[in-house]
Every structure is written in C-alpha cells, then in structure tokens.
C-alpha cells in the first residue's frame, strides 16, 4: 500500500465528504478510492471516517489524523521541490471574482502556464462565499473587504473606485457638487447576496469615511447587472474605476464628486486558515501579486 497516495484519498474524501466528489476531484474510480480507504483503515488500526447512503463524516480520529494528513503532506511536497529542484505541479482549484478574472487574471493566465507548466489548472466564477473546503477549493480571488475568520487574506492590490452615472440621468437630476445635495438623487443599490442587506454609498471627505444612504427605486446583486443599470441611466453607482473606464471613454458614464471619492477597493487572495500554503497555492498568490503590481496608475489609488 502506497501510504502518501492513501493519506492524500483520505483527505481528499473527508474534504468533500463524498466518495463520488472526491473520486472525480482524484480522477479515480469510486471503487478504488472505497478500496484504497478501507485497507489504509485497517493498516493504522482505527476508522477514520463514517459512511451512510447520504454523508461520509469523519469519526474522532478521522479528525485528528485529517490535520496531521494535511501538515504532513504539504511538508512532504515542500521537501521534493526544495531537494529535487522540480517546479510545483498537480492540480489547482480556484475561484476567481468574475471582472477582476476578465480584465487582470484571464488575459495574462498564459504567462503563469509557460512558468509552470506542470500545474492543472481548475477555475470557476463566483461572487458569492465559497466554502473551500467542502467544495474543494484551493483559493478565491475575491474584492472587498474581508469578513470571514477562517480564511486568511493576501491583499494583492487596492482600486480606485468612483461615484459616476450616466449622462441622460444627470441631465435630469442635475450632477450632484456636495453629499447634501445626493437627498435629491437616486441610487441604483448594491445588496450583498449572502446578507440581503444594501451596501450604503461611501465617500471620502477630509480623509474620514462617510456613509449616505440614497434612496432608489432599483437594486440589484450582480457586478454586471450594477454597471448596466447606471448605463441605463437608472441611478448613481459606485464601482472600480476600472469597470467603466471604456464606458467614461466612450461619452456613456460621468464620473461625479471626484473630490469625494469611495474608499478604495482591497482586493485579496483566500484560502483556509487551517491548511499549510501549498506550494502551487503559493505560485499562484505570488504570480497574482505580480499581476496586479502592473495594473495601470489610474485604476490604482
């Protein structure tokens, strides 16, 4: 029996909490990897994992051995690449925010293949929370700021952000010159999927943050959705500079209260607090870091 292969079944099963999930994340059979768990059991003496037809859950010493497993396995990869000179490889799981992916990430993903070859790389598009372990996650690439306690953050960059409408709103509401005239506006309202609740507009004065709540006939939950509402002359928006820089080029935004601008937007690489940095996750938030270091001067604060 293969040891390091049946520790890294293990983990993978009790990370997904599933035969069949993990099987497909391993590219195994299922009958292999239900094979390859019950004799690992029976060499270390102990069940590590309880099955029934709807859920896998780990026993006492399932937990136990999981942290062990993870510790132990990543140390184990550290040691090949440190003595064997190789580059990191195997497959990555990523979950990347979907216009931070189209304009920075996607375009130079080509570089990060040429450098390391050897790594698989799996991505999907999610704005909202992602459970990186039960969905077999390695990181997400997510802006805002951060809230959850079991993941640890890289800032990898921070974006300016502006307050802007279209110029058929303006035209009938007039171009706001100070927050207390934005009594008189409207707002297409930004609300978080995960909490329901609507993010109140922020500006910057004197270097103190100020929160206005505009009232709007409109909200919305969905980057895309929120850049096409203000197009379309519904109301005020606050967003990256960068998502409507072609929109402001092409006469379709005006930036307003540029004096007064939103606070600028961290953007951050996650992963499990509990979970040593593997290292293709490191490649991957370093070569992140890299890409966002040579993001234009006027999408940056």
């Not at 062990?68 to 064997?84: G, I, P, S, T």
């Not at 039960?134 to 502006?162: F, M, N, Y």
């Not at 990256?240 to 540029?258: S, T």
Request: glycine residues 4%; contains cysteine; aromatic residues 8%.
């Amino acid at each position: 029996m293969d040891q390091v292969k049946a520790m890294k079944a293990f983990v993978r099963i009790y990370e997904r909490s599933s035969f069949t999930l993990a099987a497909a994340d391993l590219n195994l059979p299922r009958a292999t990897l239900t094979h390859t768990l019950n004799q690992f059991e029976a060499w270390l003496g102990t069940r590590l994992l309880e099955r029934s037809t709807r859920k896998v859950r780990p026993t006492l010493d399932g937990e136990a051995y999981y942290r062990r497993c993870v510790q132990l396995l990543a140390e184990l990869e550290d040691a090949e690449l440190a003595f064997r000179s190789v580059a990191p490889k195997g497959r990555l799981r990523v979950d990347l925010q979907g216009t931070l992916a189209r304009h920075f990430v996607i375009p130079a993903l080509p570089q990060f293949m040429a450098r390391y070859p050897d790594i698989e790389l799996s991505i999907s598009e999610a704005d909202r929370f992602v459970d990186l372990i039960a969905e077999g996650v390695d990181c997400v690439l997510r802006a805002g700021t951060l809230g959850d306690s079991t993941l640890i953050g890289k800032r990898v960059a921070s974006l300016r952000q502006i307050t802007c409408a279209s110029p058929a709103y303006l035209r009938r509401f007039g171009e706001p010159r100070s927050l207390a005239e934005l009594k008189d506006h409207r707002a297409v309202n930004y609300v978080s999927r995960n909490a329901t609740r609507v993010f109140p507009f922020e500006f910057m004065v004197d270097g103190e943050r100020t929160e206005v709540a505009i009232d709007g006939a409109v909200s919305v939950s969905g980057a895309e959705i929120y850049a096409a509402s203000a197009i379309a002359g519904l109301g005020l928006i606050q967003c990256p500079h960068y998502r409507m820089q072609r929109q402001i080029d092409q006469g379709l935004i005006r930036e307003v209260l540029p004096d007064m601008p939103p606070p600028p937007m961290p953007v951050s690489v996650l992963y499990p607090h509990n979970r040593h940095l593997s290292p293709r996750v490191r490649v991957f938030v370093d070569w992140l870091s890299e890409v966002f270091a040579q993001v234009p001067r006027q999408a940056e604060v």
